[in-house]
């Protein structure tokens, strides 16, 4: 006689129940014993918040996966408040964040597999030249900060969702952006950046502040007020945040409330990258979903308000001298690309991880290293042509398998790939690690999704169908 998977299941539970019992009461009475002999508590607390942690992980990877996800939109402003009032010792908080999602991720992988594909290929190839690059010179912690998206990436490639998890991600998703936007206006319309500037202040290596203030970074120039951050590091940061949620919004919701929202945040923060990638990417999904109605009612809805909204935030100034092109920003811009472009020809190998870039300034204590606006010129002044090139072989190769499934997951996949293609070619934002986790998650969620879906086809018959709406 043999036993049924249900109850096999229930002797499965009840042995993991009673496991996990026994445990916790050998915990405790060791905790005694140990208090009795004199011997402090404090170093096992954090050693059992981990074990409680890594039990969660394991028991419920899909939670603790979404849990990860929504927690890095507060990740930068927590781990800074965290340095400020607590120890030091919190400042690894930010390399534990990738530990516990390579963890999360080699526990899917072990559930649910992993069919490589070609944008794996490029991703692996890229990585795998920056690593024989980095054995010629470079630093091992900027290679790992330039390729955090892979990590992210990672992660939604060996997740499986349902469609009613996959809804549910996304429509939260768009709410904590939107009550995030809603939030950062508090700091922009009446606290101003007075807390702000003594946070960062604090913070040694942020470089982010001038004499206790802010610098232009969270400015602008034919702008008097502070562009809004919310809870992340930076106004170009919260800007493709607000993209993201933008494009997910409108894949996934009908509430314009939600959209509302995140617009006055994206507006507010005066990101230009953002803006245009969010200009490329929804008309885009406009057409490919069939929706031009709806995107020239909110469209011309938007229009109107944000034309109403430049007086009311002193705009402007900052649009007049950004259309004519004579502000520094975009002066600055261009000059960057031209010197990327002449530093990558001079050094087609590339100049090692670290010298060039964010690390080339911040982590060498050198305010005058070699730093340039655009993430591909970054990748290939800093390992080469050849890996410059594989990662744009990853964009592209991920855009064209998300284009051609045509289901929500894609077309938001679509959305974010080419508003934060844009994005790139006017900041390196490729080293935000929580950004990271907004972007590159779902784009690999999408591949994941379209691998399933060839794979089924062949023997099923039928073609996917398209989401209708």
Known sequence: MSATPQSVAKEENSFASAFGISSLVFILVLAVFLHVLGVSLAIFVPLLGAAVLLWIVVQHPIGALGGFLAFMSVFPMAVILGEYFGPPTIAWASACSRVVLVVLICIL????????????????????????????????????GDF????????????????????????????????????GMTEVFIFGEGPRAMLYSSVSDLMTTEGGALNAVFHAQGFAGLRESATMLGPLTFGSLCMIGLILWWVYCRNPLPGAMIAAGLT????????????????????????????????????????????????????????????????GHRESIFDGMEYVLDHPFG???????????????????????????????????ATGLCFLGFLVSALWMAWQKRTQLGYSAVGILVGFGAVMMFAPLHLDFPLATWIWFPVGLAVRSSVALQDREPGSGTAALPVTY
Do not use: H
């Open 351 to 385: 100049s090692g991880a670290g010298s060039v870039g964010f690390y080339a300034s911040a982590m060498q204590n050198n305010s005058y290293g070699v730093f340039f606006e655009n993430t591909y010129l970054t990748l290939a002044a800093e390992y080469g042509i």
């Open 268 to 331: 507010c923060s005066l990101t230009r990258s953002a803006w245009l990638g969010t200009t490329l990417a929804v008309p885009l999904l406009a057409v490919l979903m069939k929706q031009r109605r709806r995107f020239f009612l909110y469209a011309g809805l938007g229009l109107a308000l944000f034309i109403v909204s430049i007086p009311v935030l002193g705009l402007g100034d900052y649009l007049s001298m950004a259309k004519s092109g004579q502000d520094y920003s975009t002066q």
């Open 109 to 144: 992988w072990s559930r649910n597999g992993l069919n490589l594909t070609t944008p794996d290929w490029f991703a692996l190839a890229c990585v795998a030249l920056a690593l024989v690059r980095l054995v010629f010179g470079g630093t091992l912690i900027s290679l790992l």
């Open 148 to 183: 955090n998206c892979m990590i992210a990436y990672a992660a939604g490639r060996v997740t499986v969702l349902n469609a009613n998890l996959e809804r549910r991600w996304a429509t939260r998703a768009v709410w904590i952006v939107a009550v995030l936007s809603v939030l």
